[in-house]
Structures are given as structure tokens and as C-alpha cells.
């Protein structure tokens, strides 16, 4: 891999890509401004330059680094669609949505909510850190005035709508029974299958869809699509004390009617929208915001049902919307008006009923994915309207991710069942066109030509199956640059940024944030860790070992019987095996404090927080075989042999 010492800066947009920009000017809307007069609508007060520090002084949140988004004309380097949601989402600040409703937006990617109660407020998705949650309710209560905290509600299981909840409740109160903190039924559980289990990979890939580690500019990273980036502060987790169970609920939180209506399976796993009768406003968490969302995205997830999402719009379009005065979300700006509220919520629900439809039809007449995300188009009706524009999810990869759900990785065809690894694919692909030489000379004849895709896909076969031929990794690099430029989607165009950058310098060593959360792991239940303790088991070091451990936690009144055997780690709950080679007895904090590396099993033996009862040995012997995960991994060439 190649050395970060000498960063080499990006280039100018080509002639190509400034004619697609130019076409761009040309076919979309941009002399509406009704957005751009929502998103400043009820607006109170802000921070100079909205910049945040954690205790250390270290800025985790900064929108000076984006004052170059104060120029309304897009640059050569930016899609002009993206350059104008760019600027939208550098509206920043307190705003009054309506009676009773206030939001903090441009302290982090998300909104924060706030609703005044009786007695105090409902946070509404304290933000992603707790530095820039405690913020931006420093500047709420700046202008509105201190009261206290009744209940922080998380519409779904996301962490930039968890992760800062620390910075506005203590967990103390929670724990007193003074501040109830609600979430839609699996939060924990979705949690755990999202930022557990597969929590390193995805805080990797997400690098290249929010692009926090590129510099900020025309040439570098101007938006996420939802916000402009993710904070990179400290990422905390407390515990539900109620869950939304049913599909409806109603429930009166500190005087305040909330109807809940549970929407699993869409944006995320485990989310909920919610309607205030009392207030005439309809809270739709991240199912309907100004861009057409991810049914998969690119960071990785698991393939979200568009059919079942598009339902859920129309339902709550059906029961609420014709009642409500204004619509809001999670993230971006308020819709008001009714006329103008049942048309947003019915172009929502159209863009992801149509997006499932066609696609399923498709195929039905056995296209394949891509064949598919190259034909399907937006219908005319929409292709114009701003809220549906792929800012972030994308026709393209959507298209995709519905075949995925359907239809699975496989297209059918018995040569693509079973084919080579990248780096034998390269080097036998790059042999049969010429070498790397004559492949390199052709694409630099497309590249010119505008064929910015294939010159990418072709040089990244030379890359893997040589990663040290400098030719293709530059022209790589310049390929990706320009598609990166081009696009409308600022995932995707963060994805080919990051990709040039790595290209040119080298996997960047400053990490956004910790892989998985203290607070997260302190959090899982039992069963949720031994979970997360199951993929971290090396299955090659583990071949031929039988190890059996019962497990007590008194502070819990919970046992269970933990079993390796045939290189898998299983456990039963409620049991008591007899044949057990070592019970383990300690509480459930001892069991974080190992995980998250604050003490040693020998140590924690040592100062009798774990009693032993039995080979001892055997419960060192199956620590010895968890992998530690590294978090840096290569994504645009081969892996190094550990």
C-alpha cells in the first residue's frame, strides 16, 4: 500500500464532465427555491461557525470548514443538483417548527426534536455524539429557557438517532425513574446485528459514503446527502425503559399525545413514526426525507423492503397527514400546508412503490441487477420533483438491492456460480487483453473519450492483480475522480473520492470514531454478547477443540451453558451443564470491562470480580482463540498476508 507522505491533490474537472454538469443546469428545476425557503423557515439563532470540541479540545464538528458553500454557482467539480442540496443543508441552527416543536439542525447529520411538555421536554434523537447532543441543547435552552428532561424518545436504531444521548440525560435519572427513554420494539437487538456484529467493516465502508476522512472543498467532500458529515465525538447508548411493541400505539409522554406507528423493516430495522393529534404535526423519523433513501446503502446493511416502506408512507399519509399542519423528520427541513403535505407524502410513496415494482417486473423478465439499474428510469412525473432526487439512495443502486432482496447475489448464470478471487480474476483477465501495458494503453484511449466507468472497473482488475503498477492505480484514481465529480449522489460521489484518494495515498490512519461503542457493549444482553463473542471466534485456530463453560451472573439471575465444538460457538439460556469444564460466576459489568479491554481475565481472577469453579484453563483457552478485528482493511486492492 502506498504511503500517505506525499498527498497528491486532486485534479480539475474534464471536458466531459463539465459538459454533463452543463446538462445537468439544463434539465432540472433550479429556479424553485421553495426548499430553500422551507429550510430557513422559523429560524431563531445559531453558533458562529457551528463548531464543537469534545473535553480534549479536539473539534469533532465544524461547519467553517464548509464556508465555500456560500458561492450559489456550482464549481466544475460538483454535479450542480448535489451543489444546490449541499447548500440547503448548511441551514443550521434553532428552529421553531411549530407550536410546541423545535428542532437543532446542523449540529451534527441529523435533527434533534424537542417538545415542550407540561412539566419538561421529549428529545426527539439526540444526534450522533454526546458533545454535539449537549450543544445543541445548550442553544435551545439558551433561548427557550432550563427545563428538565422528561423523556428522550429514539425513532429507530441508527446511531446518529441514539448515540448522543448522554450529552442531554443522565443515565442516573433514567435509572431514578425521573426521564423514560422509548424506542420501536428490536432496538437493542438491531443495534447489535448492525454496529456489533459487523460494526468494524461498516464504520470502514461508511468512510467512503459520508466521506468524513476527505478534505472539505469543490474537489473533496461538500455533502453526505441527509447532512453535511457524521460528528466524530463520543457515541453513548441508554438503555430502553419502554418499547413500542404493537403496530399502533398511543401513549401520552409528559401531556403530550403521541400516536406511535411502527414502520419495521424500512429505513431501518427497528423505526417508528409519530404523530402529535394535540400539536397537528406528523414526525415520519427518516422514511420520508428530501431525497430518495437507501433500500441498501453502500456502507452495507442489511436490503430494506421498499414495498413494505412505501406502505407505511401511504398509511400514515392516510391516517395523519390529512389532520397535520406540518410534516417534519429526523433530518433535512418541515413540509407546511396540507395540499402541499398530501403531495410530498404521495411522491414519497409513489418513488419506492415504483422503485419495488418495476424492479420485481423486471425481473420477472430475467434481467439481471445491472442490466436492470441501466434501464429503469424515473417516471416523468417525478424525474423533476427535488424530494425524490437520489442525494443518497440512488434509482441505480436501489434497483439493485431490491433484486438483491428477491433474487439474492446469484444472477443464474453457472459461470458466474463459482468465480475466481479478485487478484486471480486480474492477473488471468489482464493476461487474455495483451497485459497491463496494452490494457493500460486502451483505457487511457477511453478515458479520454469519457468512459470514466470502464477505465475504473478495467484498472482496478490491473490493481488487484498487481497493486504496485503506479499506471493503473493514477489512471484508476483519475477515472474514479471524474465519476466522483460527476455524480448527483453525494454517497456515491464520497465512494469515488475516497477511492481516488486511497488510490494516490494510502488507507488514511485517523479513524472517525471507536468501532463499537463502550456504552453499546455495556448495553447487550447476554445472549446479544455471546453473539458478538461467536463471530469473533477464530474457526481455523478452533478445529479439534470441545471446550464446555457454564456461566453465572448472580446481579442478573441469569446462567447459561456456553459450547465450542465443530468450531462453533453456541449457548443455551437457563441451563446448567454437568459436564461443564469450568462455571464462571461474576457480574454482568466484569463481563464489559474484558470486552472492552479495561481489565484481564487475570487480573479480574486476581482481584475475585471472577470466581472460578474447574479447569480454569479452559476459559483462557477459548479467549486465546477471539480474534481482534482490524479496522483499517484495504477495499481497492488485495489484502496483506497477517
Same mark, same amino acid.
Given at each position: ?157 441508527? /446511531? ?8 442531554? %440525560? =443522565? @443515565? !442516573?435519572?433514567? #435509572?431514578?425513574?425521573?426521564? +423514560? ?121 442489511? /436490503? ?8 407505511? %408512507? =401511504? @398509511? !400514515?399519509?392516510? #391516517?395523519?397527514?390529512?389532520? +397535520? ?142 497493486? +504496485? ?174
Amino acid at each position: 500500500m502506498m504511503s500517505e507522505r506525499h498527498t497528491e491533490q486532486p485534479k480539475e474537472a474534464t471536458p466531459v464532465t463539465q459538459d454533463r454538469h452543463r446538462a445537468v443546469l439544463t434539465s432540472l428545476p433550479f429556479d424553485d427555491t421553495r426548499d430553500f425557503d422551507d429550510a430557513s423557515r422559523g429560524f431563531i439563532t445559531s453558533l458562529p461557525d457551528v463548531e464543537i470540541h469534545n473535553d480534549r479540545g479536539r473539534v469533532i464538528w465544524s461547519l467553517r470548514e464548509y464556508a465555500f458553500l456560500t458561492h450559489e454557482a456550482a464549481p466544475p467539480t460538483v454535479n450542480p443538483s448535489l451543489w444546490r442540496q449541499a447548500r440547503l443543508n448548511m441551514n443550521n441552527g434553532l428552529y421553531r417548527v411549530t407550536d410546541r416543536i423545535y428542532q437543532v439542525r446542523g449540529f451534527d447529520i441529523s435533527n434533534m426534536t424537542i417538545i415542550e411538555g407540561e412539566r419538561g421536554l421529549i428529545i426527539i434523537d439526540p444526534l450522533v455524539s454526546a458533545e454535539t447532543a449537549r450543544a445543541a441543547l445548550d442553544l435551545y435552552v439558551a433561548h427557550r429557557g432550563q427545563r428538565p428532561i422528561t423523556a428522550v424518545i429514539y425513532s429507530h436504531s441508527h /446511531v446518529d438517532h441514539y448515540g448522543g444521548v448522554k450529552g442531554v %440525560i =443522565d @443515565e !442516573a435519572d433514567v #435509572r431514578a425513574g425521573h426521564v +423514560a427513554v422509548i424506542a420501536p420494539d428490536r432496538f437493542l437487538e438491531e443495534i447489535t446485528q448492525e454496529q456489533v456484529l459487523v460494526g468494524g467493516p461498516m464504520i470502514r465502508r461508511a468512510q467512503f459514503q459520508f466521506g468524513a476522512t476527505l478534505f472539505k472543498g469543490p474537489r473533496g467532500q461538500v455533502d453526505a446527502g441527509l447532512g453535511k458529515v457524521v460528528s466524530r465525538g463520543t457515541v453513548t447508548l441508554i438503555a430502553p425503559t419502554q418499547i413500542i411493541r404493537e403496530p399502533v400505539e398511543v401513549h401520552s409522554i409528559d401531556g403530550v399525545e403521541i400516536v406511535f406507528q411502527l414502520t419495521p423493516d424500512t429505513e431501518a430495522k427497528a423505526e417508528m413514526h409519530m404523530y402529535y393529534p394535540g400539536l397537528k404535526a406528523l414526525n415520519l423519523a427518516e422514511n420520508v426525507t428530501h431525497n430518495l433513501h437507501n433500500i441498501y446503502p453502500i456502507r452495507g446493511a442489511q /436490503v430494506r423492503d421498499a414495498n413494505a416502506w412505501a406502505k407505511y %408512507i =401511504d @398509511e !400514515a399519509r392516510d #391516517r395523519y397527514a390529512s389532520e +397535520a399542519e406540518v410534516v417534519f423528520a429526523q433530518h433535512h427541513w418541515p413540509i407546511w400546508g396540507k395540499a402541499r403535505i398530501m403531495d410530498y407524502l404521495a411522491k414519497q410513496r409513489d418513488v419506492y412503490k415504483y422503485l419495488h415494482d418495476q424492479t420485481v417486473r423486471l425481473i420477472n423478465y430475467g434481467l439481471k441487477a445491472t442490466e436492470i439499474a441501466e434501464q429503469l428510469t424515473m417516471p416523468q412525473s417525478l424525474e423533476n420533483e427535488w424530494p425524490v432526487r437520489g442525494y443518497y439512495g440512488t434509482l441505480s443502486h436501489n434497483a439493485k438491492s431490491v433484486y438483491q432482496r428477491y433474487i439474492g447475489w446469484y444472477d443464474a448464470n453457472p459461470a458466474h456460480l463459482n468465480p475466481l478471487p479478485p487478484s486471480e480474476r486480474g492477473a488471468k483477465l489482464i493476461a487474455y487483453m495483451g497485459g497491463e501495458a496494452a490494457a493500460i494503453a486502451k483505457a487511457r484511449e477511453d478515458f479520454a473519450g469519457g468512459e470514466y466507468r470502464w477505465v475504473a472497473e478495467i484498472m482496478s482488475e490491473i490493481i488487484f492483480a498487481n497493486p +504496485a503498477n503506479p499506471e493503473a492505480r493514477h489512471l484508476a484514481a483519475d477515472a474514479l475522480e471524474q465519476l466522483g465529480y460527476q455524480a448527483e449522489s453525494a454517497t456515491w460521489r464520497n465512494a469515488y473520492l475516497q477511492g481516488a484518494y486511497e488510490l494516490r495515498n494510502g488507507i488514511p490512519q485517523n479513524l472517525m470514531r471507536a468501532p463499537i461503542s463502550a456504552d453499546v457493549v455495556r448495553t447487550l444482553t447476554i445472549p446479544l454478547f455471546f453473539d458478538y463473542l461467536a463471530v469473533r471466534l477464530n474457526g481455523l485456530k478452533a478445529e479439534g477443540k470441545h471446550i464446555v463453560i457454564n456461566w453465572v451472573f448472580p446481579d442478573l439471575a441469569e446462567r447459561y451453558v456456553l459450547n465450542l465444538e465443530n468450531c462453533a460457538l453456541t449457548y443455551l439460556a437457563g441451563r446448567t451443564a454437568d459436564n461443564a469444564h469450568v462455571t464462571v460466576t461474576l457480574a454482568r459489568p466484569v463481563l464489559s470491562q474484558l470486552v472492552l479491554q479495561q481489565t484481564t481475565l487475570t487480573d479480574a481472577i486476581h482481584e475475585d470480580t471472577i470466581a472460578l469453579d474447574g479447569d480454569g484453563g479452559k476459559l483462557s483457552e477459548l479467549f486465546e482463540l477471539i480474534d481482534e478485528f482490524r479496522f483499517m482493511f484495504p477495499i481497492l486492492e488485495p489484502r496483506q498476508a497477517s
